[in-house]
């Protein structure tokens, strides 16, 4: 699959974070809600991840109705700023969307609204630097 073949892609922010064995900028963290999570891996933390994760990350506070895809699943994500597509496996529950509802980043025109999906550094400098911080993106399952 490529990265942009979804009938139904989620549009909003991506960002990313640290989890397992120390990697690039990050030092030793837990291993996420999968258990498996590591900042040199491909991963991502998704909001509904499972019943629980949702309950605590409220995408739905700020309009996004977003699917269960558990650990493991594997998402494809472009960095709508250059077009940079990576594949990312589930392994945490995040961001905390309901916490960041109305967020905006853009890149000229381009813009994100709301933290939906966090990615490992390693995955997150696959398509942008990690200087960046948030950028707007399409997620698709």
Do not use: K
């Amino acid at each position: 699959m490529g990265c942009s073949n979804s009938s139904a892609p989620a549009y909003g922010e991506m960002s990313w974070f640290c989890c397992g064995g120390s990697w690039g900028p990050c030092s030793s963290a837990g291993g996420g809600a999968c258990g498996n999570c590591n900042s040199g891996s491909h991963q991502c933390a998704w909001p509904h991840a499972s019943d629980a994760c949702y309950s605590i990350t409220q995408p739905y506070n700020c309009g996004h109705n977003l699917a269960l895809r558990g650990c493991g699943h594997v998402f494809y994500i472009t960095n709508r700023c250059t077009g940079g597509c990576v594949s990312a496996s589930v392994a945490d529950c995040g961001p905390n969307t309901h916490l960041f509802c109305g967020e905006r980043h853009c890149c000229g025109s381009t813009c994100g609204t709301d933290r939906l999906i966090d990615l490992t550094p390693s995955a997150f400098s696959a398509i942008a630097s990690l200087s960046s911080g948030l950028l707007p993106c399409r997620i698709d399952s």
